[in-house]
């Protein structure tokens, strides 16, 4: 069974530029997840999708963040414009089912890097 | 929303002696409970999970973590490491009722051959 797939896995990109971010579910997983992770943190969650639906954006900084999951598979995460203290590492990760209690698929990640 | 803390952020042991690394979270209340390893530049992987029954849960790996609802703590011990086993490691809670699962800052393993 392929994992989570996400591209690209390194990005440096100068403050107030853009970038984007692709990731690819494991087939027939409903929820997919954006986390942001900082060095030295725990992964946060950015924006969680139920289908092609919102379920939680609450912590996405939509000022400059923006989100979205197409025909409910693929889903693209861009920063615009990238700060300094947007560098982390971007994790997709998707479920079969949404809720609390399900386990979370991880692709590998994209590092930003913000210079 | 569920908070996770993991006050040990690095833990250095000796190849094949015992680990435990603590996890203490907020509420008792219908919570569910993982533990995720995660290799050097790989996604996070699930070790186990605690949703409710029995209170000693298994994982794979050798790992296994009790769930103590009056500590509230979900402590990941194994009897004897590897060197393989060098990793970070992240503790993870949710509640019935809630999408959102709340991560803690990790804690990585380090083990000495």
């Known amino acids: 069974e392929a994992g989570v797939a996400q591209s690209p896995r390194y990005k440096i990109i100068e403050k107030r530029q853009s970038v984007a971010f692709w990731c690819n579910p494991i087939s027939g997983h409903a929820t997919l997840y954006w986390y942001q992770q900082i060095l030295g943190q725990g992964p946060k969650l950015l924006i969680q999708?139920?289908?092609?639906?919102?379920?939680?954006d609450s912590q996405l900084p939509k000022d400059r963040f923006s989100a979205e999951r197409l025909k409910g598979v693929d889903s693209t995460l861009k920063i615009q414009p990238a700060k300094l203290e947007d560098s982390a590492v971007y994790l997709c990760?998707?479920?079969?089912?949404?809720?609390?209690?399900?386990?979370?698929?991880f692709g590998q990640g994209t590092r930003l890097t913000v210079v | 929303a569920q908070s996770v803390t993991q006050l040990d952020s690095q833990v250095p042991v000796f190849e094949e002696a015992p680990v435990e690394l603590r996890c203490n979270y907020s509420?008792?209340?219908?919570?569910?409970l993982f533990w995720y390893v995660q290799y050097p530049n790989q996604g996070l992987q699930l070790l186990l999970k605690y949703l409710s029954g029995s209170t000693l849960v298994k994982g794979i790996n050798g790992f296994e973590a009790e769930f103590n609802k009056s500590q509230t703590s979900f402590h990941l011990r194994k009897p004897s490491v590897h060197i393989s086993d060098t990793a970070e490691y992240f503790c993870a809670a949710g509640r019935r009722g809630y999408q959102k699962v709340t991560f803690g800052t990790g804690t990585k393993l380090q083990v000495i051959p």
């Open positions: 999708f139920q289908n092609n639906g919102v379920v939680d």
């Open positions: 509420s008792s209340v219908s919570v569910y």
């Open positions: 990760a998707s479920s079969l089912v949404g809720g609390s209690n399900t386990e979370a698929f």
